[in-house]
């Protein structure tokens, strides 16, 4: 069974403190995603990863940083969070190109004060 | 670009009532489209999904089939359990435009009372 976890899943912080999201998989699979969920705006993919050591930018990438050095790791980096970026982050990884079928991790529920 | 519209929520139903959410979508290509399920406190799951016209997925009695003609995929269930109280996601991945990415609608939150 597909297995996603992040940590940590609460974090509250303040504006300008460094902080590191991490999401690690199980199923050995290529393609791995992080997507923010604000209300009313549904899921908005930040950065995505077709393999290790290849990244690129999602919808809303700005502020954020990814690194994919082993495959089964894909640590989201806010190197200065700022109020805007309070949030649901979710990690998730597919199989398939195109993201077909994606398995999500529990979600991280960041606080930027 | 490609985008996915769903109807707004909350939609508050009784148990055993029949349920259609509303969803369509603008896509240049010819998409896959899904329908993901998120549970209080969880992460989505895939719910259900058809990647060609006239396909009709299915799971949990829940069922969507893939409407070309009218861009649209909207889900059905003949009679909701409290259990489906969730917030569902339409979306949609068009590999001739945006190859890796899934883009989702905003969700509907769906409540079922006893």
């Known amino acids: 069974e597909a297995q996603v976890t992040q940590n940590p899943r609460y974090l509250i912080t303040v504006t300008g403190k460094k902080l590191t999201v991490t999401c690690s998989q199980n199923m050995n699979h290529e393609y791995m995603s992080w997507y923010r969920q604000d209300p009313g705006l549904g899921l908005r993919q930040i950065y995505y990863s077709m393999n290790v050591e290849v990244t690129d930018k999602g919808d809303v990438p700005e502020g954020y940083k990814v690194s994919r050095k082993e495959k089964r790791n894909f640590p989201l980096i806010l190197e200065s969070p700022s109020p805007n970026q309070t949030s649901l982050y979710f990690c998730?990884?597919?199989?398939?190109?195109?993201?077909?079928?994606?398995?999500f991790g529990p979600g991280t529920r960041l606080t930027v004060l | 670009g490609d985008s996915v519209t769903q109807m707004e929520g909350p939609v508050t139903l009784s148990e055993e009532a029949f349920l259609t959410i509303n969803c369509t979508y603008t896509a240049t290509g010819y998409p896959s489209l899904f329908w993901y399920v998120q549970y209080p406190g969880e992460g989505l799951q895939l719910l259900l999904k058809?990647?060609?016209?006239?396909d009709k997925g299915s799971n949990k009695g829940f069922e969507a089939t893939y409407r070309k003609e009218t861009t649209s995929f909207h889900l059905e269930k003949g009679s909701v359990q409290v259990s489906d109280s969730a917030v569902y996601f339409c979306a949609l991945s068009d590999l001739k435009t945006s190859y890796d990415k899934v883009i989702f609608g905003p969700g509907t939150s769906l409540s079922v009372i006893p």
């Open positions: 058809a990647t060609k016209a006239d």
């Open positions: 998730a990884i597919a199989r398939d190109r195109g993201f077909n079928e994606q398995f």
